[in-house]
């Protein structure tokens, strides 16, 4: 049964940083690029960051790029983001995704639509 767990969440305050975690299970993340989605209230989900199968090629939401960070362990089955100067446009519910492999595994412009399995989020809340 594939799985994607997400952690790491959590109420920080403005210029803080938070690392997300992205543990998969029933599966190897080896052949699959990993994606990062954001959804805020009353907004459409959107595509933060993607990281290639071996995580050569990396992808960032324009308003993220310099201050969030993806990366990835294959050998512990687990992607991270990290994520700094946060900001309280960064509130929102984050999930982890993995990318279809017929549509892309090196995050090239297809990525965003590209998730396929998704884990159930973790909140990011950025307030004072």
């Known amino acids: 049964q594939v799985q994607l767990v997400e952690s790491g969440g959590g109420l920080v305050q403005p210029g803080g940083s938070l690392t997300l975690s992205c543990a998969a299970s029933g599966f190897t993340v080896d052949n699959v690029a990993i994606g990062w989605f954001r959804q805020a209230p009353g907004k459409e989900r959107e595509g933060v960051s993607c990281?290639?199968?071996?995580?050569?090629?990396?992808d960032y939401l324009y308003s993220v790029k310099g201050r969030f960070t993806i990366s990835r362990r294959n050998s512990q089955n687990t992607a991270y983001l990290q994520m700094n100067s946060l900001k309280p446009e960064d509130t929102a519910v984050y999930y982890c995704?993995?990318?279809?492999?017929?549509?892309?595994?090196?995050?090239?412009?297809?990525?965003?639509?590209?998730?396929?399995?998704w884990g159930q989020g973790t909140q990011v809340t950025v307030s004072s």
């Open positions: 995704a993995t990318l279809d492999p017929q549509i892309t595994y090196l995050c090239d412009d297809n990525w965003r639509g590209a998730g396929q399995y």
């Open positions: 990281i290639s199968r071996q995580g050569s090629r990396k």
